[in-house]
Nanobody, 116 residues
Framework: QVQVVESGGGLVQPGGSLRLSCVVS????????MSWYRQSPGKERELVAS???????NYGVSVKDRFTISRDNAKNTAYLQMNSLKTEDTAVYYC??????????WGKGTLVTVSS
């Protein structure tokens, strides 16, 4: 069984920063891609950023140049550094891990609220 647990969410003022963490644990042989998604009320879940095991990254248009995804393969952990936060970044942020033998697993999410 595999677990994905996010942490680091909270309340931050516009222009501020937060760092999210995602830890994958359990029966893991390999973790390929780790991704962050987000969903706000009334909107569909959208890709924020993804990173391959080798470090190749991909970002959503709305967060490019403000957010940075990274990972520590030895710790089965991914991070999302979020800078210059805007009110429209308010959402529940979910971590997704793809690997073997589990194929894909989602976390339960962490809430990020950007408000003055």
């Amino acid at each position: 069984q595999v677990q994905v647990v996010e942490s680091g969410g909270g309340l931050v003022q516009p222009g501020g920063s937060l760092r999210l963490s995602c830890v994958v644990s359990g029966s893991i042989f390999n973790i390929y891609t780790m991704s962050w998604y987000r969903q706000s009320p009334g909107k569909e879940r959208e890709l924020v950023a993804s990173i391959s095991r080798g470090g190749n990254t991909n970002y959503g248009v709305s967060v490019k140049d403000r957010f940075t995804i990274s990972r520590d393969n030895a710790k089965n952990t991914a991070y999302l550094q979020m800078n210059s936060l805007k009110t429209e970044d308010t959402a529940v942020y979910y971590c997704n891990a793809q690997g073997s033998p589990f194929r894909e697993c989602w976390g339960k999410g962490t809430l990020v609220t950007v408000s003055s």
